[in-house]
């Protein structure tokens, strides 16, 4: 993912600038906890229960005073649901106070009207809301029984407060792909502004992307949908693999991940981007020594990202140009090569390539904070947890033991 | 339309991070990022507020004539997204 898209006209020679990384990312996803109050089934962060070595509010604090040394605009605070950390506001407050803005994405469950007031107060805090239904028949059956009706009760509280231009964030999905109008006229309803964002298969994602993504004709709709409605809809420039079917959306078209953004998670570890949360992908820890920024400036990972990429199977395609290959995190997750076909290419290559993917061998997301059992809300326990509790411990980068990951 | 003759500086709520293709500029209030694609806009930017026109900033950071309607379409841009504004003296 990419920060949101620039006002100016994109120049090639700038691209090629951001593909070689910047000395400090232009914004980048904080998961502030894994704890959260739903169980949505494509949870990209596979959030749920707080994890015991979350930084401490201390430690996040230093994490905001590198930021502000680094001169980072803003962060997007995600999680788990970030507004159920007890020092939510005082982080959000300290960011601003140090020339971080603060944009969090929330399901809305603490926006409530004095909580809305005082957003609306604030140049320095943006708020998205998650809503993946523009009905909650649509919504609820990926976010939870009552979740449409909680982000409709935080939306109507913004709106009340006068909190202009907030964010409606939906993850497009084969089910809401025919509700694009209605999410429209929801937003100018409320004064927001949308946000439309790419499913990926991270996290319990990956159990539930064949299912839930936007089939073929679906993509040519969204593709067509986001061309009329150009500079008015955010994308978080995640559809630059729809780029071929007839140039480029707004935004910067290009693959952030280690170059431009990334991702610091609740427990510190850094991730070249939110939808990669694996080894594979993992540069580092903000609880090293020189914290983020030694993590930034330093890490192989990124220095590898940063580097000239093979096209692979797709240099040789006419619209290699136009999608560079599309989603890293997509293809990891589907058990494609990454310097070949995006999985939802729009030649169809990456339909192909699935066919011939091994789901034996393909990457599982590395960790899981999935509720146990039934969550509010749900009256059966979380389908996607069954069957994949993991059998060991997660592995993780400060284990040493070099059977880290092998069961017994 | 841009007004070159006129007095300009960078809006409050703008913070300029430099690059090394230029800058990049990130407006609080409207959540917007631009980029600036060369040094050189950089110093006119920085230094409108320094200067009684924005055709004299230009000038004093080596544009020349020929260079001018560029830069003038630049700061249009920015003008628009509200990265730069008016001042009042």
């Known amino acids: ?408 | 339309m841009f007004d070159l003759d006129k007095p300009w500086r960078i809006d409050d709520r703008v913070a300029v991070r430099p690059e090394p293709f230029g800058a990049l500029l990130y407006h609080f209030g409207t959540r917007r990022l631009s980029f600036l694609k060369n040094v050189t806009v950089l110093t006119v930017v920085r230094s409108l507020a320094d200067h009684p026109t924005a055709r004299s900033a230009c000038a004093a950071a080596g544009v020349g004539s020929s260079a001018l309607p560029a830069y003038e379409r630049a700061l249009a841009t920015l003008a628009e997204s509200q990265m730069i504004t008016m001042r009042t003296s």
Not at chain 1, 154 to 172: C, D, H, P, Q, T
Not at chain 1, 375 to 386: A, H, W
Request: proline share 8%.
């Open chain 1, 1 to 408: 993912m990419a920060p949101e898209r620039p006002a100016t006209q994109r120049v090639p020679r700038l691209v090629e600038q951001f593909e070689r990384g910047l000395d400090a990312p232009i914004c980048l996803t904080w998961e502030l906890t894994y704890a959260c109050n739903l169980a949505c089934v494509h949870c990209l962060s596979s959030s749920g229960r707080r994890d015991p070595r979350e930084l401490t509010t201390a430690e996040c604090k230093a994490v905001i005073d590198t930021l502000e040394r680094m001169q980072v605009f803003y962060v997007n605070i995600g999680g788990g649901e970030p507004t159920v950390r007890p020092d939510f506001w005082e982080l959000v407050d300290y960011a601003t106070a140090h020339h971080v803005g603060v944009k969090f994405s929330t399901n809305g469950i603490k926006i409530d009207p004095a909580v809305a007031r005082r957003l609306a107060a604030s140049d320095y805090v943006d708020v998205q809301i998650s809503l993946d239904g523009a009905t909650a028949e649509v919504n609820d059956a990926v976010r939870g029984a009552g979740s449409f009706a909680t982000a409709m009760l935080a939306m109507e509280n913004l709106r009340a407060a006068g909190f202009k231009g907030f964010k409606i964030s939906v993850v497009i999905t084969r089910h809401n792909v025919s509700q694009l109008d209605q999410f429209k006229e929801l937003a100018d309803c409320y004064g927001a502004q949308l946000r439309l964002t790419r499913l990926r298969p991270s996290g319990r994602g990956a159990d539930t992307w064949h299912e839930l993504h936007p089939t073929a004709p679906q993509q040519r709709e969204l593709y067509d949908w986001l061309v009329a409605h150009g500079e008015q809809v955010l994308t978080g420039d995640s559809f630059f693999h729809l780029a071929p079917y007839g140039g480029p959306l707004p935004g910067l078209n290009l693959c952030g991940a280690g170059r431009v953004v990334c991702l610091i998670d609740p427990v510190g570890d850094v991730y070249a981007c939110p939808f990669a949360i694996h080894q594979e992908f993992l540069a580092g820890n903000v609880r090293q020594p020189g914290g983020f920024a030694a993590v930034w400036r330093d890490s192989e990972l990124f220095a590898e990202l940063r580097g000239p990429q093979s096209g692979g199977a797709c240099a040789s395609c006419q619209f290699f140009d136009s999608c560079r290959g599309g989603c890293m995190a997509a293809k990891f997750f589907t058990g494609l090569p990454l310097d070949g076909p995006d999985p939802e290419c729009v030649q169809g290559y990456g339909a192909e390539a699935l066919t011939a993917a091994d789901p034996a061998t393909t990457p599982r997301p590395a960790l899981d904070h999935s509720h146990r059992g039934g969550v509010r809300g749900r009256r059966e326990p979380v389908p996607v947890t069954i069957g994949r509790r993991p059998q060991a411990p997660p592995a993780h980068a400060c284990d040493e033991n070099p059977l880290a990951g092998f069961p017994g």
